[in-house]
């Protein structure tokens, strides 16, 4: 009797399940509302609920503003369950692949390698996303990653969907060949299973890779599935220049941080709602992370007039109230391995991620602002360098005390923004410039000399015309970095701008991540409504 009663309870927890599920599904994406709610505001929710807590927050929003731009001959019932189903599709992810495979370490031992990919949308191809090596990878974490990039390319308009990759191992642990077979290993996994290709699925460098692990999976596709494919080394960004990398694209990200948060800071009426005077030169920063993004977030702000008082590692916290010169600290960490000993600074024990401050640049890893800390954060403005630094129960807190938190499916979306170029670049067999240097330096020529020959013809005598030093540097045309830096100058400055518009059309103050949210899935869910669905 007790078995049968066990048995029984097994099917009826399954009946529930399938109902609630089947519930959820007939809801659209309102289904999970109250649980992804209740899951995110925890004290350590899991990364996706926190990224799919957004996407319900922004939902809303959203569907009105599509439901207006929707233009076809159906009733309004069927246009909002259109809408609401399109929204309901876009929230999980639509391919995750978990790979394990063995490597025979160099003393002979064999261990096995875990690692994921994950898909998220395929509403624009390829999908596009970076690869980490790193202990506390796993498929929630590349899940979610995988949702913040499809909304990161809506955000800036690069015409890709969203993907990720992770191997879960700590690259401290492994010789560099051992590492050589991992990337090559992985890189063969990915392509035969169809998750790696120019046109289908693009990765590129993240926590614990670089542009060297990148090259060796452009090499190894190239010779494996790609042999025959023109376009091979287009498989991947984030490469050397003489493997077809493309300048600019090492600091990309931490040019796009310093961009992304300019926009509002030069912005009267956003400074007024946090209490600062508009723009760059004065600010006080604290800095997370000293890696590739924080390095550079902090080289811009640096130039641009901004002090850096403080830095925090992961192994020492330095602070200086004069400011750190981060070319210094780079030399420092390159000699020494650590930014420990630093002599332009002071060592301190303190959690400086709370101190005082103007900014805070949280470039370093997940969920380091919570509801433990958040109401002690004094920073006007956060720029999120990394993915998802700030819980969604810390992110009301900051909301609520007025602390304005440029986004990261904004803030950190240069690297992206870089790697479509470079994969344009790929694409079409030349660099940026090329073509055109010599024209735009012989009719620049040609100009002056016209000039100088009007003037001499019309006041007689020799009038020279000197260009002036701009002019003169500008002459010769603009080079790759240069048209690279431009463009995502320009990228940046209007994504910030139609963000800035949503906020204000929504009356959202300075919940800047909602308003992004809102434009990314208005975004592209008009263009998944316009493309039609191929097989329903």
């Given at each position: 009797s007790s078995g049968i009663n066990a048995e029984y309870g097994v099917v009826l927890r399954a009946a529930l399940k399938r109902a609630s599920t089947i519930r959820c599904l007939s809801e659209g994406w309102r289904g999970d509302v109250d649980e992804v709610k209740k899951v995110a505001l925890s004290s350590d929710p899991p990364f996706s609920k926190i990224v799919d807590y957004y996407f319900n927050k922004a939902a809303p929003f959203a569907e009105d503003a599509i439901n207006k731009t929707v233009k076809a001959r159906m009733t309004k019932d069927i246009k909002e369950r259109l809408v609401s189903g399109v929204l309901s599709d876009l929230k999980p992810c639509n391919s995750v692949l978990s790979l394990s495979f063995p490597l025979r370490r160099d003393n002979g031992e064999i261990v096995t390698i875990h690692g994921y990919r994950a898909q998220h949308s395929q509403h624009r191809t390829p999908c596009k996303g970076g690869m980490r090596f790193s202990d506390e990878v796993e498929e929630d974490e590349v899940k979610a990653l995988a949702k913040l990039?499809?909304?990161?390319?809506?955000?800036?308009?690069?015409?890709?969907?969203?993907?990720?990759?992770?191997?879960?191992?700590?690259?401290?642990?492994?010789?560099?060949?051992e590492l050589e077979k991992i990337t090559r290993r992985f890189t063969v996994e990915l392509a035969k299973k169809g998750f790696l290709g120019p046109g289908i699925d693009v990765p590129a460098p993240d926590m614990g890779t670089g542009e060297r692990e990148m090259s060796w999976m452009a090499d190894t596709y190239k010779n494996t599935i790609g042999t025959t494919d023109i376009n091979s080394h287009a498989c991947v960004t984030g490469k050397p220049i003489v493997m077809g990398g493309i300048h600019g694209r090492t600091s990309a990200t931490g040019r796009g941080v310093y961009h992304s948060t300019k926009i509002f800071l030069d912005d009267p009426q956003y400074m007024e709602m946090v209490g600062l005077v508009p723009g760059v030169s004065g600010k006080t920063c604290i800095l997370q992370g000293f890696g590739n993004v924080g390095l550079h977030t902090a080289r811009y702000f640096h130039r641009a007039g901004a002090k850096i008082i403080a830095v925090i590692e992961w192994d020492g916290t330095i602070y200086n109230p004069s400011g750190i010169d981060p070319k210094e600290l780079e030399d420092w960490k390159l000699e020494h391995g650590t930014i420990k000993g630093f002599p332009g600074a002071t060592e301190t024990t303190e959690d400086l991620l709370e101190g005082e401050c103007d900014i805070l640049l949280p470039c370093a890893k997940e969920k380091v602002i919570t509801e433990e800390n958040a109401d002690r954060i004094k920073a006007k403005v956060?720029?999120?360098?990394?993915?998802?630094?700030?819980?969604?129960?810390?992110d009301e807190i900051l909301i609520k005390k007025n602390i304005l938190v440029v986004p990261d499916i904004y803030c950190n979306s240069g690297g992206v923004t870089v790697s479509y170029f470079e994969w344009l670049k790929n694409l079409n067999h030349v660099s940026y410039g090329r073509l055109t240097f010599k024209y735009e330096f012989d009719s620049n020529k040609h100009l002056l000399q016209s000039v100088q020959s009007s003037l001499e013809s019309r006041f007689s005598g020799k009038i020279p015309v000197t260009p002036t030093p701009e002019f003169e540097r500008a002459m010769g045309g603009a080079s790759e970095k240069d048209i690279v830096n431009s463009g995502l100058e320009y990228t940046m400055e209007r994504s910030g701008k139609k963000i800035k518009e949503t906020a204000l059309a929504h009356d959202l103050g300075v919940d800047i991540r909602t308003a992004a949210f809102v434009l990314a899935l208005t975004k592209i869910s008009n263009n998944i409504i316009m493309a039609g669905f191929t097989f329903t």
């Open positions: 990039m499809t909304y990161k390319c809506a955000v800036c308009d690069v015409p890709f969907g969203g993907a990720k990759a992770g191997i879960k191992i700590n690259p401290r642990d492994f010789s560099d060949m956060i720029a999120e360098g990394a993915n998802g630094p700030i819980t969604p129960a810390a």
